[in-house]
DNA sequence: TTGTATGCGTTATCAT
DNA sequence: ATGATAACGCATACAA
């Protein structure tokens, strides 16, 4: 391995010259070039952990994220990345695998790698993430949930929920079939569902059956095929488009026509939802644009500017073939 | 900050006492007791940085991939995840955006974060690659490609093209089209092709249309909703699933019932072909064992345990609904 | 502009 | 079992 010291005795000056050169640049045409010429021949890299080890800035964004196959959660990751480059940040992604333990010891280890910040697409926050978080002192951005007192981005899904309700009301849809998530996800556990219930208030003579299920298509699809059959429903809300597309199959599987028999709708805005037949109502959430965002208020936040602790994204409501009137 | 040295100082022992409770351990009952309560409350972690700039191992392996969002790579990195955990490894995982310049810089950055070893999900491996392997000399595994004299996992590409075109065959087909993608890509846009069309080379009176698209649904879509009309094929064969997908798409907006007009399959396995109409057959790829074989690899590879160059994976044909006899 | 000396937090060597 | 000290590679305050 080649060093700061090895590059110094080559070009016959001191190590504090060489370092000079690699950083403000205060040197002679002459060391430089000379100094040009070595580092390209040796091909040499400053260490990272020696440079970290004194410096204050690593340049360095720490993100984990709670699972490495969903598109929702790469979507955001591509946001992310898009700009943590274009701000010249370096990524550490680690993965907790919705692991809580995992989690915290991410967050540890990424404070101990002097991340400038740390963005966490998280489900919960507990009182363990509050303790890290504030005795590291540390820029942190909490994705997808709102969290007291600390920085958040995250969707409308109550609104979201509620306008999805909406929707299928002035369709003229009275009875429904819900499936969603566990509500230890406040967002979409909770949220979208209770903003959907919330907007079947004012009408009356409206029927809702709950089924909570779960993220994976296959145990979505194998609840579908167990409730369809019991279900009077004109309408299917599910809580993702995953879900969605998992009880479209069902239904196909069933031979109940979509949407004639019943209307189906998601959340998310999922690409997948444009390549099933019939193509799928959605709330789309930008999730890229998410991302994007979560740098730049993470990058604020670095720099000591303040910013509200709640970011709500909009999201919108994306018609396809899914929903017809009742 | 908390360091060692604070540790030691409040427990009244010496910082190489604290480094040994934190190592290999040879400390007394009663200071080893000290210490735990004094970490403990304290919250201290060694700084990672310290810790590398003298250690000779990291216990970290980086991964570059090409891109966040597809759905082949991050089974493959579900798969690296899961295995690294298991060998308690931390992985360090970049993306090279599909760059090759930043996939250079990715692995320079690696090297110089003492990574035990690489893994890549490659293209294309160049000299340049080369070059910057052999100087750093660290265990390297690419992904999904073949590469002299490094060493590599991938799939069996030109096999898997060549049974779907002797499955074809057998269905009784004979005229096809053929989605591919460039041949930049040597497994995917070349091998493929290659092995597809040699099969054919035993059966006479078959034609074979070629068109090149990409790994864009969008693109593929709009490709297909331009040469279908034009195509006397009684089979289409896709490159990717993605591409089967967005066929069937065009094939439906089009008004050609498949498997009815022409049959469609894919390649990859993904789990989104279960979920179309009709779902498409396709050559499964175990993406997520990949995943896990690459880090035994790579682990035999760090411990100086010799490997083949090359290891190939199999993969297999999961005929559904969108192939029938002609 | 350049060189000298010191310290960053840790591990390893060698005494004790 | 424990402590003192050197070393890892680099940045920087200060002196020249």
Redesign the pocket.
Known sequence: ?V???DIARQA??????V??Y???G???L???EKLDKIVKETG?T??TF??S???TKTNMIGVIIPRLNSASTNEVLSGIDQKARESEYDLIITNSNQDRERELGNIQTLINQKVEGIILLAREITERHRKLINDANIPFLVLGQKAEAIHSMAYSDYEAGYKIGQYAIELGHRDFLFFGVSEQDKAVGLERKNGFLESLKDTTDTTVKIIETSFSKKVAYQDAIDALPNSKASYVVCATDNIAIAVLKAAVELKYSVPEKFSISGFGGYEETDYVQPTITTMSYPYKEMGIQAVENLTKLVNGIDIPYETLLPNELIVKNSTIKR
């Open positions: 391995m060093t700061i010291n016959g000056v001191a190590k504090s010259t370092s000079r690699l950083n403000n205060s040197v002679s002459a060391t430089r040499y400053p260490n020696a440079r080890l004194k410096a």
